[in-house]
């Protein structure tokens, strides 16, 4: 993944949803206006385009907000792609998913409070670079194929399925 390399004094939040009403963009779009009224931030919607143009939007992005909808979506290739490349994501993780991921660098929104979420990233770039560099590392130790091979095979033989090289 392209580093992330945001320009400007205008806070770029990129969305980039493949059904809109899955991923709560509608919500999104909201909030970013609603915001945009009082601090210099725009949404950057990345649809209908090839994935190396998405790739290289999303690098000139400080933030991304990969779903806001209620239940247990929980994140996806989108996320993946954004704390890969050092953006802070927001994304709504049930109780559920905080157990199953509890180390995650996800920042967390609901529908009622993505706004004051993203003012605070967009206000404290301190904020925004702890996520930022949490991103990757996570990425490498969760997501890597050599990680989750490893994690299989220790998942097998816990079940007798393969033995101890």
Known sequence: MPAASPEG????????????????????????????RCIPVEL?????????????????????????SDGDMGYG???LETLSMGIPTVTNLSDAYMDFIPDHP????SRENLAAVLRELALDPDLRSRHAAAGPAW??????WLS???????????LGW???A
């Open 148 to 158: 989750v091979a490893e994690h299989i095979h220790r998942l097998y033989r816990k």
């Open 139 to 144: 990425i490498r130790k969760r997501h890597h």
């Open 162 to 164: 393969e033995k101890d």
């Open 9 to 36: 004094d205008t806070i770029r939040i990129c969305h980039a949803p493949r059904i809109r009403s899955v991923k709560g963009t509608e919500t999104v779009i909201q909030a970013v206006e609603d915001l945009a």
């Open 106 to 109: 996800f920042v967390t929104a």
């Open 77 to 79: 290739v989108n996320s």
């Open 44 to 68: 950057v919607l990345i649809e209908n385009m090839p994935h190396a143009e998405a790739l290289r939007v999303k690098a000139t992005c400080h933030i991304a907000v990969d779903q806001i």
